[in-house]
């Protein structure tokens, strides 16, 4: 294909995109079903999202972790970090950004001020990101029927946080424990919240391939190890 045709295919794609309904529509595109209607989980999510969630993150190979107040979240968050954060090391391994959630746990707890580091307004190079043994995050919502973490731009920290270190640490509250992907959607939307992110994403357990032999292999694509830490 010459130079010319390919500029005549990049201009048919961009045309068609920009005649899409989303580009069209002033109302936001979302699924036309609905969780409730096709999924037997739906009903188990419903009667105790929390414990829907914490069941299926299980069984996604992901860590879940239920505390009552800040400062039970402050002592488990360190009892976690500990086991990624050597004594020895002169550098800091754990990232998290600043949030008001995070900030209020991490003030409970003069080791997590010591030993993790805070990355906004900071140029840090993707090569010296992926150093970091451990991000910490907030989040928008848990999708409890799918053990989901939903983030966006705000609650993530930018996009690396969550996915080149390669152990991710979510931190939320039981509000923010929703029963499916389409309320989670619903949500995002009413707060606006795609005007104001210019990055959203959906994670589901620790990353993953079985692309080899159907053998299951955690880390292929960002952290290998998923902890949940919600308060509340």
Not at 3 to 30: C, V, Y
Not at 136 to 160: E, M, N, P, Q
């Amino acid at each position: 294909m010459g130079g010319k045709d390919l500029n005549n295919t990049r201009e048919q794609i961009l045309k068609n995109l920009r005649q899409s309904p989303l580009q069209t529509s002033q109302k936001p595109m979302l699924p036309a079903h609905r969780d409730a209607w096709i999924y037997r989980s739906f009903e188990a999510a419903r009667q105790n999202p929390l414990q829907a969630f914490a069941q299926k993150i299980a069984t996604l190979k992901g860590e879940f972790y239920h505390v009552q107040d800040e400062l039970a979240a402050a002592k488990t968050l360190r009892e976690i970090l500990s086991s990624v954060v050597s004594p020895a090391s002169n550098s800091v391994a754990v990232a998290r950004h600043r949030h008001v959630l995070l900030d209020r746990i991490f003030a409970a707890d003069s080791w997590l001020w010591e030993n993790v580091q805070i990355i906004d307004d900071q140029k840090i190079s993707s090569a010296d990101f992926a150093n970091f043994t451990a991000g910490v995050t907030a989040v928008d919502f848990l999708v409890a029927r799918t053990g989901s973490v939903v983030l966006s731009t705000a609650t993530a920290g930018g996009r690396r946080l969550s996915v080149l270190p390669p152990f991710h640490v979510a931190i939320a509250t039981t509000e923010q424990v929703v029963v499916s992907l389409d309320e989670a959607l619903q949500l995002y939307y009413k707060r606006d919240e795609p005007n104001r992110s210019s990055y959203a994403t959906i994670i589901t357990g620790p990353s993953r391939t079985s692309d080899i032999e159907k053998i299951l292999v955690l880390g292929a694509h960002g952290p290998k190890r998923l902890a949940v830490l919600v308060v509340g």
